[in-house]
């Protein structure tokens, strides 16, 4: 816009105002440049007339004598006046003062052409996204309509249309930093209260799908499901969100999460307490993994392959609750059923944790009235040795396990009688 007018501004000077050798050596180095209106201008408005202002006076001064411009100072004040009128819209300019030195201060003064914007009332909309997304992102763009105060207010009203440029970019930067997942566009409808509509889409990538797992090594995973569906409520709520928005805020839907199961009936009454692991993507994958300090209960279906002397007790189901009486010590009630001889073997005892993995106890075989002692170290969360020994039948039986996944587990088991693979689900 402004190359014409430099231009202009250029021609009137060479004819109007010649330079003369003998004029004073001082120089204009640089431009300190105000524009004020009565009741103030919008800083960032601001901003830009003084850019406009100075982009005029460069072209005038940048370079003179000093004692040229004191020489023809109205002639100088009457061009800036002249030519930032024309540009402006909303404002007419009242009075130009210059102050001519090596730093040359120019003072605009603007008179606003009718009533001017006091105050703003700003309301955003958050497209196609649940409530507590929404929420969240409007927590996130605390402080915008400082934004659109900084551009609009004081300004007449006349002027709305000349701030957009300013606006929008304000605006981009703002979101830039405090919400760059998402793009914002607005509407103006101008007065002394002027209403702005703000309006918030997502870019991508988002969320498509979401894979939910829900695991526990202290109850069995099936006490879980009842809360799956609350769980998977709140993992929909991720879906078409900004993978980066659900990055930035992985914290916060951590907490949700958490707190939506851990708070029922059921889990309260167990102590449950979850832990939710978040990776989000395109695809994210959420694992909930909850467990309690004062309850050890599973359920396992065995199932041997290659033993020799069976028995009809290949196929098997335990049953273990344990109550724990300090962060060590537990004592528990066992039950091992074969469904193939319809016959339970009740067990009562305890087991204490001596660190680093090492497991010492003893069980009482009620159903057989005999004692087994035993010990087991687990490794890295998959393998586990252990060794058991019945008192009475003087049997000892070495036992390596694999965690093959949460649900499934291997385990090659040797005595001085057998060996054998144990398949073992654990539900």
């Avoid at 001519?100 to 700003?122: C, F, M, N, Q, Y």
């Avoid at 209260?193 to 703000?198: E, F, L, N, S, W």
């Avoid at 396990?401 to 005595?415: A, G, M, Q």
Wanted: glycine share 8%; aromatic share 10%; charged share 25%.
């Amino acid at each position: 816009m402004f190359l014409g007018w430099r231009l202009l501004i250029s021609i009137m000077v060479f004819l109007a105002l010649p330079l003369s050798a003998g004029q004073a050596a001082g120089t204009i180095d640089t431009l300190d440049i105000k524009v004020v209106a009565d009741g103030g201008v919008p800083p960032l408005i601001q901003q830009r007339m003084q850019s406009s202002v100075r982009t005029i006076s460069e072209e005038l001064f940048v370079g003179s004598p000093i004692a040229r411009v004191v020489a023809q100072q109205t002639e100088y004040e009457s061009v800036i006046h002249q030519v930032f009128d024309k540009i402006l819209v909303g404002y007419s300019v009242e009075k130009v003062t210059i102050e001519p030195g090596s730093v040359t201060k120019i003072v605009v003064v603007l008179v606003p052409w009718a009533e001017t914007i006091h105050d703003i009332r700003l309301s955003i909309d958050i497209e196609g996204l649940p409530a507590e997304i929404k929420t969240l992102a409007i927590q996130d763009l605390t402080g915008v309509d400082e934004v659109f105060r900084q551009s609009l207010q004081g300004l007449p009203v006349d002027a709305t249309d000349w701030s957009n440029g300013v606006l929008k970019h304000s605006l981009n930067e703002y979101m830039a930093v405090n919400l760059p997942e998402f793009r914002a566009d607005f509407e103006l409808e101008p007065g002394p209260v002027t209403r702005i509509k703000m309006v918030v889409y997502p870019k991508g990538p988002v969320i498509r799908t979401i894979d939910l797992q829900m695991r526990s090594g202290t109850v069995p995973n099936l006490m879980l499901l009842e809360c799956r569906e609350q769980l998977q409520k709140q993992a929909d709520m991720m879906l078409g969100v900004p993978v980066a928005f659900v990055a930035r805020h992985t914290a916060y839907f951590q907490q949700v999460m958490r707190e939506s199961i851990d708070q029922t009936a059921d889990f309260k009454f167990l102590k449950l307490r979850s832990v939710i692991d978040l990776r989000p993507g395109e695809s994210t994958t959420i694992i909930s993994r909850s467990d309690t300090d004062k309850y050890r209960i599973r359920l396992e279906g065995r199932l041997d392959m290659g033993r020799r002397i069976a028995d009809n007790r290949s196929t098997s189901f335990n049953g273990h609750a344990g109550v724990m009486l300090s962060s060590k010590d537990e004592v528990f009630t066992q039950v091992e059923f074969y469904p193939q001889e319809v016959e339970a073997v009740w067990y009562g005892g305890y087991n204490r944790d001596i660190g680093n993995g090492n497991t010492v106890g003893w069980k009482y075989n009620i159903s057989e009235d005999d004692y087994v002692l035993g010990v087991s170290r687990s490794f890295d969360m998959r393998w586990l040795l252990r060794y058991e020994y019945a008192h009475d039948t003087r049997l000892g039986e070495f036992g390596l396990r694999y965690k093959l996944h949460d649900f499934v587990s291997l385990e090659y088991i040797v005595n001085k009688e057998d060996s054998w693979l144990r398949l073992i689900g654990n539900f």
